[in-house]
């Protein structure tokens, strides 16, 4: 269960790029969480919180009466999302810890994870040690996304070209790019019987939070993507890629189908 893999690294940039990805899927994960049965008086766990987003959304869920505790190997998410919770009233704290450091899993009602497990070489194993640790009856969620499912209904070759090498990468590193879609098959390796929804967003030429959330992912992605040759910085232009795609976008109109989110939900 190695989490310092992730890919994506701590900077704070990487942690301004978490809280734009938290807002492009804010509604999905509170779609999710409702249905799997996050609510009032609960106590909430979530596994790498990263900048707290996914944990203030339960807190608002569990409310006054619940609470919510996020962890994350990184001490400047840890900080970022502290002061946020601060600033909004909202019952959440934070802690530094690695998730197979941790040692107070059957404390919760529930477990939490959005975009956890595709950093893991082995998803089903992650998801048993968890699994082994709570109490029984309480629900383990994980929330991911399947990478191959984003397209445009017309011509739009750059998100093409760096969709297409940010799947590569994964693969090229022994992670699953469409996490979302093996869910199923994930939490029956582990034992468990999940349930399974789904939620895909669809964008315009008008909406740049889609060409801000590509471009910033690219940008966090860079260095490993370079090192296994796809793409050179040069080639990348990352301070003008989402104006270029902005500019793309406008060139044919199309509907632009991101990443399918989906969520799955099992009793341990």
């Not at 301004?16 to 996050?38: P, W």
């Not at 869920?61 to 002061?83: K, M, N, Q, Y």
């Not at 950093?119 to 929330?143: I, N, Q």
Request: hydrophobic share 45%; net charge negative; proline share 5%.
């Amino acid at each position: 269960m190695a989490s310092e893999g992730y890919v994506l690294g701590h900077s704070e940039r990487e942690l301004a790029r978490l809280e734009k990805q938290a807002g492009f899927y804010a509604e999905a994960t509170r779609d999710g969480l409702v249905k799997a049965g996050i609510g009032p008086g609960m106590t909430v766990l979530d596994l790498g919180c990263g900048v707290g987003d996914v944990s203030l959304i339960a807190a608002e869920l569990v409310g006054p009466e619940g609470s919510v505790t996020g962890i994350d190997i990184s001490e400047g998410a840890v900080a970022t999302s502290t002061a946020r919770a601060r600033q909004r009233g909202l019952g959440a704290s934070f802690e530094q810890s690695r998730i197979e450091d941790f040692a107070r899993f059957a404390d919760f009602d529930a477990v939490i994870g959005r975009f956890i497990l595709v950093h893991f070489p082995d998803p089903s194993a992650a998801l048993r040690s968890v699994a082994g640790k709570l109490r029984t009856g309480t629900p383990l969620v994980s929330m991911e996304m399947d990478m191959s499912t984003a397209m445009a209904t017309a011509p739009f070759p750059l998100m093409d070209l760096h969709m297409g090498n940010i799947r590569t990468m994964y693969g090229s590193i022994g992670l699953s790019p469409d996490m979302g879609a093996k869910l199923r098959a994930t939490y029956r390796a582990a034992g468990l019987d999940p349930t399974i929804t789904g939620f895909t967003r669809v964008g315009h030429k008008d909406e740049p939070a889609g060409f801000e959330f590509l471009a910033e992912s690219v940008r966090s992605l860079l260095p490993t993507m370079q090192k296994l040759g796809l793409i050179t910085a040069e080639a990348a232009d990352i301070e003008t890629l989402a104006d270029r795609l902005a500019v793309e976008a406008a060139a044919t109109d199309p509907a632009i189908f991101y990443p399918r989110f989906v969520v799955a939900w099992a009793r341990a």
